[in-house]
């Protein structure tokens, strides 16, 4: 009789599954990052591409209306919304004082971005925000995440010899202004330097109008996103789009208020430089 081969366990002992588990944590640690780093890239090029094409349709609102720049004055009054407005509604919260309850203004209402002035030549309710903005209220996502350059149409803010308002002030009253306010296309000196539509933080965003104040107190008014590992995308008057880092105050979390009131935000001064140009 021929003696009986002991039975082959093909199991893992509890070391080697301790081994791989060890070998599957650290792959997962380095791949990790760069998949998240590879998000960041997608989402990026996807808000520069949804910039892009809503700097185009301001260009080619622009050329059919004699060159005028579209209106970037949200409100005529408390609680009067200025229908001449590119886009209206409120971005960063449900409902805005200013604006009132009304839920045609809440930030969730996809007929705001239908009604918007570049509406017709996009068609598109998804390119007025940014694909990295996670913002929603009952599930519905916010419908814009970008706002314009208050200089461009807007109103002035900070110019050391006064205010001007398109919807209030006649283009006389931008004669005896400092710095320039660009109310036609005209009046671009080199419109890929100078910047129309900008990706904004959640934490300022509100009306469809992106203010930079050119007064002493060199601060951030309004804040660029930093949804983008602490970058933000921003579009010009010629229609191309760039990524700019941010560096300063606005890379961080503090208010504007808690910086040194002595010391000129460094993307303050970059984003400023690009917002208008002597008025000669």
């Known amino acids: 009789m021929k003696p009986t081969r002991p039975r082959r366990c093909d199991a893992f002992t509890l070391i080697e599954l301790l081994v791989v588990l ?4 650290v792959l997962l640690a380095l791949l990790l990052p760069a998949m998240n780093l590879a998000k960041v890239r997608v989402q990026r090029a996807a808000c520069l591409s949804n910039l892009r094409q809503l700097g185009m349709a301001s260009f080619n609102y622009v050329s059919d209306n004699s060159g005028e720049l579209p209106v970037n004055f949200p409100l005529l009054a408390p609680r009067q919304p200025n229908p001449a407005d590119w886009f209206l509604g409120f971005a960063g919260s449900p409902h805005d004082p200013m604006y009132g309850p009304a839920p045609q203004y809440a930030c969730t209402n996809v007929n705001l971005a ?31 995440s970008f706002s314009l350059n208050c200089w461009m149409n807007g109103r002035t803010v900070g110019d050391p010899s006064g205010q001007t308002v398109t919807a209030l002030d006649s283009p006389l009253a931008d004669s005896g202004l400092v710095m320039r306010f660009f109310r036609n296309e005209s009046q671009f000196a080199r419109p890929a330097s100078l910047w129309n539509l900008i990706d904004e933080d959640a934490e300022t965003i509100n009306d469809s109008m992106f203010i930079v104040d050119l007064s002493v107190k060199s601060e951030l008014a309004d804040k660029p996103a930093r949804r983008h590992a602490g970058a933000y995308s921003i579009s010009f008057a010629d229609g191309h789009a760039e990524l700019f880092r941010l560096s300063g105050f606005g890379a961080s979390r503090l208010k504007m208020d808690q910086a040194p009131a002595t010391l000129a935000d460094p993307d303050w001064a970059n984003l400023s430089r690009l917002t208008t140009s002597p008025n000669r």
């Open 114 to 144: 239908r009604a918007s002035k570049l509406f017709s030549y996009h068609q598109s309710v998804e390119i007025s925000r940014c694909p990295a903005d996670m913002r929603d209220l009952g599930g519905l996502p916010f419908v814009r």
């Open 22 to 25: 060890g070998i599957v944590a």
